[in-house]
């Protein structure tokens, strides 16, 4: 058996290559494989720990790359069967393969709590033959959430490996980031959303990622702190790294949805700016989307002007630091908010557990979609 490839209080058996038939049976055998591979003079005791089936979907070995270690880490917070589908049109062949493995970790006490992996990867036709091999895995009795990793295609434009799939999942969480087209992602995955049999609990990660500008926006706007910015916002200007346009959008939509905001019109500029017209109690609201050229996918900047009684007034929030966020309001000394940046895997492990349907993000999703019907 292998060494333990992480420390002492987390490690993994080896992938080992299994028949797609033989899956459920090789699964039995882990615990004995991940007690040998402890590597101790006497080994702990173990525990199968599984509080739902995880379901991750992505297009390539390209996407699925740090996947293992992220579902190492995941596991770790929230244990879960978890089930990598590799899903590569592009490789040729028609073929389907499949492995086990093991992720543990010592907790008090000695234990080591294990969860399980399983990888099954499919190329042309076989690809077919993913949903049919996922249900057969699922432990019934635990809620099941799909993690749509292909980032590149918005769950709605999966098509059927994406609706199978789905139609097995309690949650669906994806990531806009890195959507190819993503007027089009904002406007089918907003109609999805809003779908009278859609009953699932949605999760965008960038939603999550966001958390720290809401917070700091509506701190900074509340009505105790600044009386007349809410109520007569007049303009709203959003920079953003490569690809982050999805993120920046969201940031848009949420407030648009939390004030009332109606898109009016909406048009593309030079394919790096995007501005539309909004329509709100007090008047007209101008909104821009400025993508610069370098930085990370993400939100730099955020302006919100107003018509206070003294006369126009802006704030700027900015990334001062990383991990940290600041708001500026007109001549004021700056406010700060911590807001630590999360991996992918920490996102997802804090998804798992929660069960709601976010009413703010359902409206936030309705918005964004309003604004890319304004513009398509």
């Known amino acids: 058996m292998s060494a333990p490839t992480v420390d002492r209080q987390r490690h993994s058996t080896q992938p080992k290559p299994v028949n797609v038939a033989a899956i459920e049976r090789e ?44 579902i190492a880490l995941i596991v770790e917070q929230h244990p879960a069967r978890a089930l990598l589908l590799i899903g590569d049109e592009k490789a ?26 399983v990888t099954v990867s499919a190329t042309g036709d076989a690809i077919r033959r993913l949903p049919s091999a996922t249900r057969s895995l699922l432990i019934g009795d635990q809620p099941t959430a799909l993690w749509w990793a292909n980032n590149e295609v918005p769950p709605p434009m999966g098509g059927d490996i994406f609706n199978e799939l789905s139609r097995m999942a309690d949650q669906v969480i994806y990531e806009s980031l890195g959507w190819l087209e993503p007027a089009r992602g904002v406007l089918m995955t907003a109609e999805w959303g809003a779908a009278e049999e859609n009953n699932q609990v ?30 007569t916002i007049n303009e709203m200007h959003v920079e953003h790294g490569p690809h982050g346009l999805p993120q920046a959008w969201q940031l848009v939509g949420w407030l648009a949805a939390r004030l009332g905001w109606q898109p009016a019109g909406g048009q593309v ?55 940290r966020l600041q708001a500026v309001i007109g001549d004021s000394p700056p406010r700060s908010l911590l807001s630590p940046e999360p991996t992918r895997a920490e996102l997802v492990s804090k998804q798992l557990p929660d069960l709601n349907r976010e009413a703010v993000f359902r409206e936030t999703l309705l918005h964004s979609g309003s604004m890319a019907r304004a513009l398509l």
């Open 202 to 231: 949605l999760a965008d990660l960038q939603w999550r990622r966001l958390k720290g500008w809401r917070r700091l926006i509506s701190q900074s706007l509340a009505p105790e702190v600044v009386s007349d910015a809410l109520a």
């Open 92 to 117: 040729g062949g028609s073929e389907i393969d499949a492995s086990v493995s093991a992720h543990c970790h010592y907790v008090s006490g000695g234990r080591q709590v294990c969860s399980e992996h």
């Open 269 to 323: 500029k030079q394919d790096k700016e995007i501005t539309w017209g909004f329509q709100s109690s007090h008047g007209p609201i101008k909104i821009s989307i400025l993508r610069h050229p370098q930085g990370p996918p993400q939100v730099e900047r955020v302006r919100i002007g107003w018509k206070a009684k003294t006369g126009p007034t802006t704030a700027d929030f900015t990334i001062a630091a990383p991990g």
């Open 27 to 70: 699964l039995a055998k882990l615990l004995f494989d991940a007690q040998a591979d402890a590597n101790d003079d006497v080994p702990p005791a173990i525990t199968r720990a599984v509080m739902s089936n995880l379901i991750i979907f992505c297009a390539s070995q390209e996407q699925a790359k740090t996947l293992p270690q992220e």
